[in-house]
């Protein structure tokens, strides 16, 4: 999937393809990341001397990474954390129990309703962390896509164990980012036709920024600024510190000159002083459709607009046709329900206790079924 917008933007602070990491990222040969045991990076010694792509994560597995936008070792980072907190330096008991270690099966990752997919190379990037052997893998769907209940996502050839152990941990950042891109597609649906783009804010689940971030775009929405030094946005309370709006933003086109200036207003006549400041984007805090509509008039393009509080999906049509540029909804990532998606086994695919790697290599070998 392409998260390119099309058309230039008329103002640097409205750019919708900005990286989606930018914390972590190597700065003066320190190691970005926490890499896995069969990381080569040299991540123990403090370096990063060999590219993200050639870093822990199979290399076709990270190459889609960073063709999705995101960084492949932050995955294998979160990847690491979701499964060593699920078994808490112990071992899953219940399926080390009940499954023979050389069992082999393949399991479904299914959606248990209606939405869009997002996640689905993270989900990989999670069973690659527990799988010991190779493990065949069946992509049905790419994100991004809209499915109904009962389509197949993901099919996994692998030990029973390790895909066992994996299950939870991969399902749980699945349905999460399905939420979240299923949520926003929903707000883009409403916005159809318009010329408004639904975007995120930074209420997002700690380290899972730009996990949460691709999912908004796989649901056809757009990013507002991915850190704090990406942008500056001007609240009341930074208007209380610095003794006024004006004041605020001449503060901050003083210290940081080449960054986009956005400021918040909750009253029409805020809005003259700061156009003649040079804001790049005006958010309307909690205004009506009417006084949206007149704000709208007001700037006439001279700033980008977008809106914040009081919006619906009911009302979503009504601000939009008010030509306001952007939205700002929280709700994307701070409120999204997951996306059902359960991962089943098949109950007798033929294979027993092959071995796993056999089974990534030639599952379909009749040969090798007969001897299971």
Not at 296 to 320: F, K
Request: with cysteine; hydrophobic share 40%.
């Amino acid at each position: 999937m392409t998260f390119h917008e099309d058309g230039a933007q008329p103002v640097s602070s409205t750019r919708d393809d900005l990286p989606l990491l930018q914390i972590g990222a190597p700065t003066g040969g320190a190691s970005a990341g926490g890499c896995g045991d069969a990381c080569g990076c040299g991540g123990d010694e403090g370096g990063y001397e060999l590219d993200p792509l050639t870093c822990g994560l199979d290399p076709d597995l990270a190459a889609l990474l960073v063709a999705a936008g995101l960084d492949p070792v932050q995955v294998e980072d979160i990847a690491h954390l979701a499964v060593e907190e699920d078994l808490d330096q112990g071992v899953d008991v219940t399926t080390v129990a009940t499954v023979p270690e050389d069992a082999v099966a393949t399991g479904d990752f299914t959606a248990r309703e209606a939405g869009t997919v997002a996640g689905l190379r993270i989900a990989e990037a999670v069973l690659s962390i527990v799988c010991t052997d190779e493990f065949a893998v069946e992509r049905h769907v790419e994100d991004g896509d809209r499915v109904a209940a009962g389509t197949p996502l993901l099919s996994v050839t692998t030990r029973t164990r390790d895909l066992l152990t994996a299950e939870r941990s991969a399902l749980n950042i699945l349905c999460r980012l399905s939420g979240i891109a299923t949520a926003t597609r929903a707000w883009a649906d409403a916005l159809a036709g318009t010329k408004t783009k639904v975007r995120d804010t930074r209420k997002t689940t700690p380290g899972l920024r730009a996990l949460e971030k691709f999912a908004v775009r796989c649901g056809g929405g757009v990013n507002h600024r991915m850190s704090l030094s990406d942008a500056a946005l001007i609240k009341d309370n930074h208007v209380i510190a610095a003794g006024g709006v004006a004041a605020a933003f001449t503060a901050v086109r003083a210290e940081f000159p080449g960054v986009p200036i956005e400021v918040e207003v909750d009253r029409i006549d805020q809005i003259p002083p700061i156009l003649a400041e040079g804001a790049d984007l005006i958010l309307l805090d909690n205004f009506t459709p009417e006084q949206t509509r007149e704000a709208v008039e007001l700037v006439a393009g001279r700033a980008m607009l977008e809106s914040s509080g009081r919006l619906t999906l009911d009302n979503a049509r009504a601000y939009a046709e008010t030509g306001v540029d952007y939205f700002a909804v929280g709700a994307l990532t701070h409120s999204s329900p997951i996306l059902d998606i359960g991962l089943d086994l098949r109950e007798d695919d033929g294979q027993g206790a092959k071995d796993a790697g056999d089974a990534a290599d030639d599952a379909a070998d009749d040969d090798a079924r007969e001897g299971s």
